[in-house]
């Protein structure tokens, strides 16, 4: 293990998606206690597997980049002298990785390190005790870790490991408003909502709007191109829409991809349901505003802006509404809090310094177990084909790397096979729903 700030620290960091290996990166980088990081990224085959356009976009490099099974990472784990280990996955995917660690029985093994990609406004106690058992769950605010702490505290587990930091990706120059600019972005979520017939409305005012105000340029801030996944399936592309939009699009209104950072650059009011880039935007006191047009529900994570004094509705936007946030919101929540973001992972780069230099670290041991949770561990565990005592499952060990031409074909039909299942989710599925409900 590392002995001074000076000495590269060697850490991994596992991803299942485009959001996951930025999350992951950049925190790996925050919390490493040394000015010198050997970061090794992998990530995790499955169908949110970020294509090369979606990591040139995401823009965070690392020494070297590939991409495993749940098994093959493990290998790579129990075969090399990592330091700190990010997983940078769902809460099932980080449970399966902690027990196949577990597994390894290593004398000097890595401090293991988890957390969340953003707002965390569903699924918390299942999340959280999914990802029990790290050294490390980040907190990504104040509010969130006196919530998580409770969670674990709440069925009797140790809430040590509960650890306050922030989004690693906020920054960027504070707001400065330009004479003559009034660009307004709506930041759309892949899941968030669901519905055809709610995707639409939201895209048809955000539409109205750019025609109601021809001075404004509109923009449509994509995650992701059809056939492509990120963190959550979007069966219904906002792409595919548009194009259906009667009348055409304004000229002044344009979808965009690339970097959220680069975007906020030129924003003048970001707009969005309950995307994660609200905070991005109000850590950058960009004028943003959370949609209540569809409600303010649980399902749409937009509960979690109570009190920010965020929520408005198109109608209010449209007649030049902008929205204030409430300062002690926004401290609760670690954003635009003067002079604090750098510092905010202090907390955390100490606790993982401190954890390097204990020279045998306790085993692994996660609230779920095959005592605790019978009916629900094994099952889980399979699905990423490890046994319930976190080993390979009989003819899931990983195999010696392709090479040569054998890599080629198997990428070429791996691809393939890839391209069938996102052709059934945004095409096949929607529709056999579609007739079920006839």
Known sequence: MPTSTSEAVRVAVLADSDTRWKWGALTARRIAPSTSVELSG??????????????????????????????????????GSYDIVVLALVGGGVQAMLHGLAALGQDRRPVVVTGYVGVVYEKLSDGLLLRHGADVVLANSRHDATRFRAVYEGVGADAGSVTEAALPFLGGAPYRPQEGRGTVVFAVQPSVPESRADRAYLLRRLVEHARLHPDREVLLKLRSKPGEHTTHLEEIPYQKLAEKLPGGLPPNFRP???????????????????STAALEALHRRIPTA???????????????????????????????????????????????????????????????????LVPRLPAIAPYYTPATAP????????????APDGTPLAGAAPKAEATGVRRVVRDAVRQAARGAYRHGVQRVAPVIRRMGEL
């Open 256 to 274: 965009v991809y690339g970097n959220m950072g680069e975007v906020l650059d030129r924003t003048d009011l970001l707009v969005t349901v309950s």
């Open 375 to 386: 009916g629900y561990l094994p099952g889980l565990l399979a699905r990423h084909h490890l």
């Open 290 to 356: 959370v949609l209540t047009d569809l409600g303010v529900r649980e399902a749409l994570g937009n509960h979690h802006f109570l009190g920010s004094g965020l929520l408005a509705s198109w109608d209010r936007l449209d007649g030049g509404h902008r929205p204030t946030p409430d300062a002690d919101w926004l401290s609760r929540q670690g954003v635009a809090a003067e002079g604090s973001y750098e510092s905010a992972f202090d907390e955390a780069r100490k606790r993982v310094a401190e954890l390097l």
């Open 42 to 79: 992998f990530l995790l085959r499955g169908r949110a597997t970020p294509t090369a356009r979606q990591l040139a976009e995401v823009g965070v490099s690392a020494d070297e980049l590939r991409e495993v099974t749940g098994n093959e990472f493990l290998r790579a784990m129990r075969d």
